[in-house]
């Protein structure tokens, strides 16, 4: 069968992982009974592209690309395009041809999802370490809040110890003994920006 363009973008032979997925999908559904022809959407969306790509009919490509297949449940009628290379085995591409019979003791392996791991943040490690920023002894802390960067002032000989080391952190928080704590309050920024 020869290739016009870039129909598929081919595969290496055998089934991909989504279609087995698929297959153990439509194995456990209850729908997969009643289906009478195989889910060939990607097939025909992609007929109708190089139809249009060669100025064709889509059937025209449909039947140039038309192939059966031995399946469990017997032959199956599906899309299929081959590229042969030398000295390598054949590139495969099917769309189709998906026994669609349901299987009452089939078993849907599905991974379980990872937990997803939500890291703590900085703030409580830091209240954690119990360890205040400014004087670092280990003692209570507390924790000292600015509604923004720009309420630190800027920086200067004007700017105490502890908006200067808020600033340089870009933190608007700092965790601080009871004795830095009625130091920063006594000690205001004067220049705010």
Same mark, same amino acid.
């Given at each position: 069968?020869?290739?016009?363009?870039? *129909?598929?973008?081919?595969? $290496?032979?055998?089934?991909?992982?989504?279609?087995?997925?698929?297959?153990?999908?439509?194995?456990?559904? /209850?729908?997969?009974?009643?289906?009478? $022809?195989?889910?060939?959407? /990607? &097939?025909?969306?992609?007929?109708?592209?190089?139809?249009? +790509?060669?100025?064709?009919?889509?059937?025209?490509?449909?039947?140039?690309?038309?192939?059966?297949?031995?399946?469990?449940?017997?032959?199956?009628?599906?899309?299929?395009?081959?590229?042969?290379? =030398?000295?390598?085995?054949?590139?495969?591409?099917?769309?189709? &041809?998906?026994? %669609?019979?349901?299987?009452?003791?089939?078993?849907?392996?599905?991974?379980?999802?990872?937990?997803?791991?939500?890291?703590?943040?900085? %703030?409580?490690? $830091? *209240?954690? +370490? $119990?360890?205040?920023?400014?004087?670092?002894?280990?003692?209570?802390?507390?924790?000292?809040?600015?509604?923004?960067?720009?309420?630190?002032?800027?920086?200067?000989?004007?700017?105490? @110890?502890? @908006?200067? *080391?808020?600033?340089?952190?870009?933190?608007?928080? *700092?965790?601080?003994?009871?004795?830095?704590?009625?130091?920063?309050? =006594?000690?205001?920024?004067?220049?705010?920006?």
């Amino acid at each position: 069968m020869q290739l016009h363009g870039d *129909l598929f973008e081919i595969q $290496r032979a055998g089934e991909t992982v989504n279609e087995r997925h698929a297959i153990q999908q439509r194995a456990g559904s /209850d729908r997969a009974g009643r289906c009478k $022809r195989a889910d060939t959407g /990607d &097939g025909e969306r992609c007929y109708a592209e190089q139809a249009a +790509k060669h100025r064709s009919a889509v059937t025209t490509m449909a039947a140039r690309h038309k192939a059966k297949i031995e399946t469990s449940d017997g032959m199956r009628t599906c899309f299929e395009a081959r590229k042969r290379r =030398a000295g390598k085995p054949e590139l495969v591409a099917r769309f189709g &041809g998906i026994p %669609l019979r349901r299987d009452r003791r089939a078993v849907i392996r599905d991974p379980a999802p990872a937990p997803a791991v939500i890291p703590r943040k900085e %703030l409580i490690h $830091r *209240l954690r +370490k $119990r360890r205040c920023e400014l004087c670092e002894h280990g003692t209570t802390v507390a924790v000292h809040q600015v509604a923004g960067l720009v309420s630190l002032g800027r920086p200067g000989p004007g700017q105490p @110890a502890w @908006a200067a *080391l808020m600033a340089n952190k870009r933190r608007k928080t *700092l965790i601080v003994c009871a004795d830095c704590h009625d130091h920063i309050h =006594a000690n205001p920024v004067a220049n705010t920006a």
